[in-house]
């Protein structure tokens, strides 16, 4: 089943609850993979994993919440744009 077609009364959790969590994990984990990399030595592996780390949650966004929203305008009887 697609993320996006996960109705609310199947999850019980609030779609801001999970905007929250998603926000939380992705700083959280990022920031700490960085943070220990770096440290250990490996700064490049540290920037790949936080750069890894934020486009995942963001191509979550995008799945989850954005794909369907249509940000066309209205159109009248012809198809043409008003």
């Not at 440290?39 to 794909?67: H, K, P």
């Amino acid at each position: 089943m697609p993320l996006s077609n996960v109705d609310a009364e199947e999850t019980n959790l609030p779609g801001w609850a999970a905007g929250v969590l998603l926000l939380v994990g992705t700083v959280s984990v990022a920031g700490l993979a960085d943070y220990v990399l770096t440290n250990a030595g490996f700064e490049l592996l540290g920037t790949l994993v936080w750069a890894f780390c934020y486009g995942t949650a963001l191509f979550v966004v995008w799945t989850v919440w954005l794909r369907d929203i249509e940000l066309t305008g209205q159109t009248d009887d012809a198809g043409r744009e008003r």
